[in-house]
Structures are given as structure tokens and as C-alpha cells.
């Protein structure tokens, strides 16, 4: 249903509050209908995180931007914006910042006495292929960084722009360097239209899928998120479709809106889907304890409550029916060269 507020091609309809800044500027003053999306250029000392969340099972992040042109309002990224002094809604899509330094800071990452290779995520918070990528070529960069080292990498991603750096993925899959998580929660392009607006289009994702599939190169595909009464019915279709273009496994994360990301979701919600917005969020609630958010480690996953545990079997089934039997391996670490090899190979 089509509003004559909504802002097209956004996901947030408006700047939130930073809560950290309680002398921020009221957000209902700022026109953002015509707010232009910015770069600017950061300098951060390190670039691989340490994750330390016991729930999830990468041990290192690596996040070339802050911020992300896709616009997905659901995104759990967008309150790390307001560390920055911006806001979690228009600000977060619009005010992105690039760390053009990120290869440097990964090969030093690589040189340091005594480290243990361990895969490196891309990126753990936002999309290493976002539009801004096609031109700065950031993550192509880190990507031969990689290769030269030997060193294992996952991508997690909503954007077929990956397949720009195909070549290079083509050698890291060569050693068992490489797995990619695409990011499709809905096979609706309708509906994937305005939950992720400036992302590849569904047609353009599951080619990705296919072209990498064909080539080697283990996907997961992440349903994620499910939100009820919107994309929670696709679990069986996308599975399917995706398992028959060669996906190696999937899985899905139920929808939780923590911090400054419910006003986001809650006003997008209102926007588009004005019809249903109040029994969405019931249902959000019905999974989250009567909340729309949910912290708590490993319970964040899980949720609660009937309609959570349908939501589940019914995938659950669906990985059953399309991937028993199948899974990514992990990858290869023997190989990594090492600060002195390749002081080696100058000579």
C-alpha cells in the first residue's frame, strides 16, 4: 500500500534520537526527503574484532564501512551508528563512513608475532558489498589480501556484487579459503522492494547463489529475518529454491528489534504496511516476552511462545525436505604463509 509520505528507496522514514547525545537536535526538523548520501573517510587503528559473543560462532569480524546504504529497517547495526554521534535511522543509510586504510591494518593484522589463523568474517556488521564498493573497491583489496596470505574468509552479504570479485574468490576456493552467506529473507521482489531497497533485487541474489554453487564456492543462504506475518510463510519455497541452485546449507534467525532499531521498524512498518502493522508487531511481541527486543544471549535466537516455535519447525522442515545430508566444511587454515614467508619471497 503505497503512502504519500513514504520516503522511496529508504528504509528508515526518519532520524531517530541519539540516545547517547542528549543535546541532539530534534529529528522532526530535519528534512531528510532530500538528505544526499555522504562518505567520509575514517581512520581506525585496528580492523579485526575479536568476537566474543558466546552464541555465535565467528571469532573474528571485519568491517571495511560503518554504516550501510541498504536500507533494511530491521537492521540490529544501525544503534553502533550513534557511537559516532549520528542516528540509527536516515543517518545510518545516508552518513556512511569508509576505512580506506583497511587493508593496511589487515596486513599488519596478519604480521603480528604468534597469530593462529582463524576465518575472518566480512563482515559481521555491515555489508562488505554495498553500492558504495563498486567504486572504492575496499573489500576487493582486503579480498587479495587474503589470497596473498592464504587465509580463510567468510563473506555475509545481501549484494550480487560479489560476483564482481569472482576471480579472486575462484583461487581462495581453489585452497578452501572461502564461503559466502547470502543474505534472502524473502523470494517476494514486491515485498523485498521495501524491506531492503537498495539491495541486489531477488532475481539478481539467487543468480549470485547459482554462479558461486556452480564455481565451488560453498553459500549459505541466511533467511533471515523472519518476521510473522510478513515473510514467514517463504521458509519452504526459499529453501527449495535455493537447495536446487546449489546452496550448501541454510538457515534462519527469527526477527528481534533492540535499542533504537524498533522506532526504525516500527515507523517503516506503519508506512507500508498500515493494514497489518499492529498485528506484526503482536506477533514480534508474542516471540520476545511482550517485548519487540530480545538481548539475552542464545535467547535472542530462540524466542518463545507458539508462534516462534512454528516458525521454527516449519524451517526446520524445510532444511530437513532440501539439505539433509549436506553443509559447509570448514575451511582451510594449514596454509596461511605468515609474516616470515612472505618476507621470504621478496628475496
Not at 150 to 172: C, E, G, M, Q, Y
Not at 175 to 194: A, G
Request: glycine share 6%; aromatic share 10%.
Amino acid at each position: 500500500m503505497e503512502e504519500k509520505n513514504q520516503i522511496k528507496g529508504q528504509g528508515a522514514q526518519r532520524n531517530t534520537l541519539n540516545h547517547f547525545d542528549k543535546y541532539t537536535f530534534d529529528p522532526e526538523d530535519e528534512d531528510i526527503t532530500t538528505a544526499k548520501t555522504t562518505y567520509t573517510e575514517v581512520f581506525p587503528k585496528t580492523i579485526v574484532n575479536p568476537v566474543k559473543s558466546p552464541d555465535l560462532s565467528m571469532e573474528y569480524s571485519l568491517n571495511a564501512y560503518q554504516g550501510c546504504e541498504h536500507g533494511c529497517s530491521y537492521c540490529f547495526a544501525r544503534p553502533t551508528h550513534e557511537y559516532w554521534g549520528f542516528s540509527a535511522g536516515v543517518d545510518f543509510e545516508r552518513k556512511i563512513m569508509v576505512k580506506k586504510n583497511a587493508p593496511e591494518l589487515l596486513e599488519t593484522f596478519f604480521k603480528k608475532r604468534g597469530y593462529q589463523p582463524k576465518t575472518i568474517v566480512m563482515s559481521g556488521n555491515t555489508d562488505p558489498y554495498q553500492p558504495v564498493e563498486r567504486k572504492l573497491e575496499i573489500t576487493r583489496k582486503l579480498l587479495q589480501l587474503f589470497l596473498d596470505y592464504r587465509h580463510p574468509v567468510s563473506f555475509i552479504t545481501k549484494n550480487a556484487l560479489i560476483l564482481r570479485d569472482l576471480d579472486l574468490i575462484l583461487k581462495l576456493a581453489e585452497r578452501n579459503l572461502v564461503s559466502v552467506n547470502m543474505s534472502i529473507p524473502t523470494i517476494n521482489e514486491d515485498l523485498r522492494k521495501v524491506m531492503e531497497p537498495r539491495t541486489s533485487t531477488v532475481k539478481n541474489k539467487l543468480n549470485a547463489v547459482e554462479i558461486l554453487s556452480q564455481n565451488g564456492i560453498p553459500v549459505n543462504v541466511m533467511a533471515a529475518p523472519i518476521i510473522p506475518g510478513l515473510n514467514s510463510e517463504e521458509g519452504l519455497m526459499i529453501y527449495k529454491t535455493v537447495s536446487e541452485l546449489g546452496a550448501k546449507s541454510a538457515h534462519h534467525v527469527l526477527v528481534r528489534l533492540n535499542d533504537t532499531v524498533e522506532p526504525v521498524f516500527v515507523q517503516w512498518l506503519e508506512t507500508y504496511f498500515p493494514d497489518r502493522a499492529q498485528k506484526v508487531l503482536n506477533l514480534i511481541r508474542s516471540m520476545r516476552g511482550g517485548n519487540l527486543g530480545e538481548k539475552r544471549y542464545y535467547e535472542r535466537y530462540k524466542g518463545e511462545g507458539n508462534i516462534a516455535e512454528m516458525i521454527h519447525q516449519t524451517y526446520a522442515m524445510a532444511h530437513r525436505k532440501y539439505f539433509a545430508g549436506k553443509g559447509i566444511p570448514p575451511l582451510n587454515t594449514a596454509d596461511f604463509t605468515g609474516a616470515k614467508e612472505q618476507q621470504l619471497r621478496l628475496f
